[in-house]
């Protein structure tokens, strides 16, 4: 196939197939977490070790201040991330993950290893090494897509 050959909506089709077959699983795995797409990005936004403020979060994620603050209220609430006072400046609050949040993010983490584990079973040695190296180029290109939106935000 050629790369004329693709669509984007073959692309996107392929997309949704995949998200339809192993998404159920996933949901069921963490059924317990009951965490919202705002709430796992944050979770891994912090998980960089940054210690943001609101603001650098709001601006990472593309809320507004109130909103993030609400989402982050939500965390702290549940005991995933804490809200901390800047050693440099007092005015200035911090969000950090705390241990509970780390634990959060390494079980989802040890779940979707373990579904990816299941899909790669099914998948011939000479494929493998097809997915690896187009693994190795979207991690390049979503690092780039996050270093640019990192230096412009």
């Known amino acids: 196939m050629e790369i004329d050959d ?7 089709e392929l997309i949704r197939s995949m998200q339809s077959d192993l998404l159920p699983s996933l949901v069921r795995m963490h059924e317990d977490d009951d965490l919202s797409l705002l709430d796992g990005t944050m979770l891994r936004l912090l998980d960089r070790g940054e210690d943001p403020t609101v603001r ?13 603050s609400r989402i982050v209220d939500r965390l702290v609430r549940r005991g995933l991330v804490a809200r901390e006072e800047d050693e440099r400046d007092r005015r200035v609050r911090r969000v950090r993950l705390t241990g509970r949040g780390e634990a959060l993010l390494q079980r989802i983490d040890r779940l979707r290893v373990e579904t990816q584990a299941e899909l790669w079973r099914h998948v011939t040695d000479d494929d493998r090494i097809v997915l690896i190296q187009a693994m190795e180029i979207y991690a390049k290109a979503a690092r780039r897509i996050r270093d640019e939106r990192d230096r412009s935000g």
Do not use: V
């Open 6 to 12: 693709i669509s984007w909506d073959h692309l996107l």
């Open 56 to 68: 650098e979060l709001a601006a990472l994620i593309g809320r507004s201040d109130s909103r993030t």
